[in-house]
């Protein structure tokens, strides 16, 4: 049977430091360099040094950081805050000027921090072959296809950020084909490839990852990334790629080595050993290297404080009503407030009870109260500061443990997930749509309707069709897990749903009788303005340093 890959970041702490996220360097120390007698003198040290590589990990999960709750850029979720906490999401959405060539990527920018994390993989790959006699080719390999997934999840990052990148890779020794023949020493002057020659790169090293990694680790290796894990990754990346068939046959391919959905999907959630967790990390608040998070602090109710030792709780991010109406009643009829909405919650599917805590949900044995005046209720979003509550009058219940207590001293420890098997299939359902095939892009779609107890959609009569079922299958499934923003980028349609909008929530007023009403209302104030996304968005500036110092960049993305 095939062993998750859970990242035992706690083990590895006392080796390294990494930077709190995507604007930060790796602290650099003589270990980070793969040279010298001592990385390479014993394979213990050498194995922790590959250790070193997974708190790539740590950053790339929506839940380790709540600054870098990418859906919170999207509609399906309102930040509560203007700009405290280092939060710029209402920024960016309500501003026009956040972005600009200076600041290239803004909360997004990462260009420094990968390229010093691709460097490092190629000092790796281009020290590694002089040592295969020292630990055999065989076991080296297999660390080597580790090394190149990691390669390939920084510049995957990067491309879906800019487009085309510059490839450095021959300091690595490896796809020759991608460096440029007047430069053989990958210097520093070296032109941009285009994006289809820089996703090639991102696939030609998931592939050497997936074929050479193995199907299952000793036990006390497990945490490493194993063949479904790296097929899974790539299936993600080939859909990026726009390459249909290899991003169906790499999720073909992750089924085979074990990718499977999980029996119920709260057990996702509760259940990191689920063959259907790929790709999680693992946080502990218990012993001096624990590695925590605060997800709690920034995600339970407000209502929740009494409960937790007065515990401070931020409730910086609530679902949006474009989230919540999105989930389906359990017979699989679509949710409408003109029929449902005296009862809105009642009878809905199962992912909705697991990612969404509403009005008068039961939550560690008192009922949640949003409504005026309740424990939990709703603030309206201003755009100064921070109010410590929802501004939708949803919270997330995603990621959060029911009961767990310990939080509030020691850090949170829920799981984090990077990849999981449902996202594979919808993946692979998306690309055989696009390939033509309808019939079995349906039959994989329904797989995931089915695990909830949905009813089957019949064949879509044509791609736009089946499009629209993707999208709301992905928006229902992955909801808080770090795919909408990228998404609506990826289909070009985030001009239409976040430019020139605002979200919804609901105000919940209880009657004398002990009732509910609900009124659906705006919650960015449009008029103060609505949300903008320029077609320029789609490919941020690339900083000013790289063309400044890369005589052979050539042109910045264009509106920059």
């Known amino acids: 049977m095939m062993k998750k890959t859970f990242i035992r970041l706690a083990i590895f702490a006392s080796l390294f430091s990494v930077a709190t996220g995507c604007n930060g360097f790796l602290d650099r120390t003589p270990e980070d360099k793969f040279t010298g007698d001592i990385i390479w003198g014993n394979q213990e040290a050498f194995e922790y040094n590959i250790y070193n590589f997974y708190a790539y990990l740590k950053y790339a999960t929506e839940i380790s950081d709540p600054g870098s ?13 203007w700009s405290q906490y280092n939060h710029s999401f209402n920024q960016v959405l309500l501003q026009a000027a956040v972005f600009s060539k200076e600041s290239g990527a803004g909360p997004f920018e990462c260009w420094t921090t990968n390229y010093t994390r691709i460097k490092r993989c190629n000092e790796f790959l281009v020290e590694a072959p002089k040592h295969y006699d020292t630990f055999g080719k065989d076991w080296l390999t297999i660390r080597e296809a580790e090394v190149r997934f990691f390669r390939a999840m920084c510049y995957f990052q990067l491309i879906r950020l800019y487009g085309g990148v510059v490839l450095r890779t021959e300091e690595g020794g490896l796809d020759q084909g991608f460096v440029e023949e007047n430069n053989p020493n990958d210097a520093n002057d070296k032109p941009r490839s285009t994006e289809k020659e820089s996703w090639a790169l991102v696939l030609s090293d998931l592939n050497f990852a997936a074929q050479n990694l193995p199907s299952s680790w000793e036990k006390e290796q497990s945490g490493r990334i194993t063949k479904a894990g790296a097929y899974g990754y790539l299936s993600r990346a080939a859909l990026w790629a726009g390459e249909w068939k290899a991003a169906a046959d790499a999720a073909d391919s992750c089924a085979k080595y074990g990718g499977a959905l999980a029996s119920s999907y709260d057990k996702v959630f509760s259940d990191q050993s689920v063959a259907e967790n790929l790709i999680t990390v693992t946080f502990s608040s218990s012993g001096q290297t624990g590695l925590t998070h605060r997800h709690d602090q920034f995600f339970r109710p407000i209502g929740d404080g009494p409960f937790h030792n007065n515990a401070t709780l931020y409730c910086a991010f609530g679902p949006t009503a474009e989230m919540v109406d999105e989930y389906e009643m359990a017979d699989g009829s679509t949710f409408d407030w003109a029929v449902n909405g005296d009862d ?30 309740g424990t939990d209720a709703r603030q309206n979003f201003k755009r100064t500061g921070a109010v410590q509550s929802t501004t939708t009058g949803y919270f997330f219940r995603k990621f959060l443990t029911e009961d767990q207590q310990g939080w509030e001293k020691n850090g949170s420890s829920h799981f984090g997930i990077f990849l999981r098997y449902a996202e594979v299939l919808l993946n692979k359902a998306e690309a055989l749509a696009q390939m033509g095939d309808l019939a079995n892009a349906t ?13 089957g959609r019949a064949t879509a009569a044509s791609l736009e069709e089946f499009m629209g079922y993707i999208r709301h299958e992905r928006i229902v499934e992955l909801a808080g897990e770090g795919f909408r923003y990228w998404d609506l980028r990826r289909w070009r349609l985030a001009e239409d749903v976040i430019n020139g909008q605002v979200v919804h929530g609901v105000d919940v007023t209880k009657k004398p009788d002990g009732t509910f009403s609900y009124t659906r209302i705006d919650v960015d104030d449009a008029s103060k303005g609505t949300r903008v996304f320029p077609e320029r968005y789609y490919r941020f500036a690339i900083p000013i340093a790289e063309e400044t110092n890369n005589k052979l960049f050539g042109e910045n993305n264009e509106g920059w």
């Open 344 to 373: 809105p919650y009642t009878g809905r599917e199962p992912r909705f009870y697991a990612t969404v805590l509403y009005n008068d949900a039961l939550w560690e044995g008192r009922r949640i109260q949003t409504y005026a005046g």
């Open 69 to 81: 709750f990418t859906d919170a850029y999207s509609d399906l979720v309102k930040s509560s805050s």
């Open 443 to 455: 039959i994989e779609l329904n797989k995931v309707r089915e695990r909830v107890g949905l009813p």
